[in-house]
């Protein structure tokens, strides 16, 4: 089976860094997947690690550690637009290219 | 470059009454499609995925039904729907290992 952990919500300040943390466990495990979603809106792709180690792309980066089950997204300089939901997905690698969502971590940004 | 269309933005339906939700993919051919829904305060649900035409993985039982009578065509049906079927449902497909997802639909059945 599957199952992805993530915090239920966080809040940090504008111009801050957060790190919004995910562990798994599936079966088949072949890379990990971050969706920003805004309220009411589908989700967006924002970043996928395959292999361990910091991906960076501008202000997000994500990391991946799959001999502990563990990623996380860090959002740098936050913005107040970057108050969303943040879903934490494993994918398992079938030819499917079936995802298991987590149920997402509600960042809030305060001024 | 490749899109995804979902409609209708919004529903609303009465109990009972069937449902027909559409999807479209262009730019592309033989894509992997996906229905999910998305419960109030709850994570993404996986309910249908295809892998071609006419080909249908459903993930967990419940009155709907998925169909793919085209490439980039997917279809989310009910004969009959129920309260607990509102939530947000959302398409969509894969290119390149990454899951790109359609607008969405909200659906209210009252």
């Known amino acids: 089976g599957q199952n992805i952990d993530q915090p239920t919500e966080m809040t940090a300040t504008e111009g801050a860094i957060v790190q919004i943390n995910c562990t798994y466990q599936?079966?088949?495990?072949?890379?990990l997947f971050w969706y920003q979603q805004h309220a009411g809106e589908a989700p967006t792709f924002l970043s996928y690690?395959?292999?361990?180690g910091l991906e960076e792309k501008g202000r997000f980066s994500s990391f991946l550690s799959r001999s502990k089950g563990y990623s996380y997204l860090l959002l740098k300089e936050l913005q107040m637009k970057d108050s969303a939901s943040y879903l934490c997905a494993a994918y398992s690698g079938a030819g499917s290219y079936q995802l298991t969502f987590g149920k997402g971590t509600k960042l809030s940004v305060i001024p | 470059s490749q899109t995804i269309h979902q409609w209708p933005a919004t529903l609303v339906q009465p109990v009972g009454s069937p449902l027909s939700l559409e999807c479209t993919v262009e730019g592309t051919s033989n894509p992997n499609l996906y229905w999910y829904r998305q419960a109030a305060g709850r994570g993404l649900q996986l309910l249908f995925y295809s892998v071609g035409i006419g080909q249908i993985s459903s993930e967990v039982p419940q009155n709907l039904s998925a169909s793919r009578p085209q490439d980039r065509q997917f279809i989310l049906s009910s004969k009959k729907l129920l309260l607990s079927d509102s939530g947000f449902y959302l398409c969509?497909?894969?290119?390149?290992?990454?899951?790109?997802f359609g607008a969405g639909t909200r659906l209210s059945v009252l």
């Open positions: 690690n395959v292999l361990d």
């Open positions: 599936t079966s088949g495990f072949n890379g």
């Open positions: 969509a497909w894969t290119g390149k290992n990454i899951q790109y």
